[in-house]
């Protein structure tokens, strides 16, 4: 597995578990679509969170989690794939980004050359240098979760939840799963029951 998509499966464990910035919650829903029609849901074969031939930790529990959150509105899961209203998927994604600040600087350094103190220029113990830097990588995860109209193969809703990736969130990944799934569905157009 490339080392993307293991960092995309280990963030979005970790999505928004204690974030003391709030995450940014998406959804969208199809245009003339009465989501209150469908009435069964199943799972896909493979979801986007599965990159290898078995069910990842990270699906399971978001299986448990959206099938939590579609019952209380009123869904009830299909016998099988092939009879269900709407089919579920999860992806995930990662990206960094670079942060800071750096600048050139004034100062002392021991004549010509590059790095370590050295300045480059004939200008004795002073000269012009890269200076420091306050640089950083920041990732950015993502959790989107589709439902998708089984005749029509056409996604009818979709909410995705993204956040700067934490160590707290890596640490407990079963509760930020469990967090992301019920902000994500806070905002679905259909209410608990």
């Known amino acids: 597995m490339n080392r993307v998509k293991v960092l995309a ?23 003339q679509v009465d989501l209150a029609r469908f009435h069964t849901y ?44 709407l089919l579920v998927n999860f992806t995930v994604g990662a990206h960094d980004r ?41 990732t950015t995860v993502a959790l989107s979760i589709d439902l998708i109209d089984r005749a029509t193969h056409s996604v009818v809703w979709s909410g995705t939840a993204s956040s700067e990736l934490t160590r707290r969130m890596l640490d407990h990944p079963a509760q930020a799963i469990d967090e992301s799934t019920r902000l994500i569905f806070a905002q679905y157009p259909i209410a608990r029951r």
């Open 9 to 31: 499966l280990a963030a979005v464990a970790a999505l928004l578990a204690g974030c003391t910035v709030a995450p940014v919650i998406r959804t969208r829903t199809a245009e």
């Open 42 to 85: 199943a799972f896909v074969a493979k979801p986007g969170t599965d990159t290898g031939p078995y069910r990842s930790l990270t699906t399971q529990q978001l299986e448990k989690d959206v099938g939590q959150e579609l019952q209380s509105r009123g869904y009830t899961p299909a016998a099988a794939r092939a009879s269900a209203d």
């Open 98 to 138: 670079v942060e800071g600040m750096g600048g050139p600087a004034w100062g002392p350094g021991p004549g010509w050359g590059w790095g370590g103190g050295y300045r480059w220029g004939p200008w004795g113990p002073w000269g012009w240098g890269p200076g420091y830097s306050d640089i950083q990588t920041v």
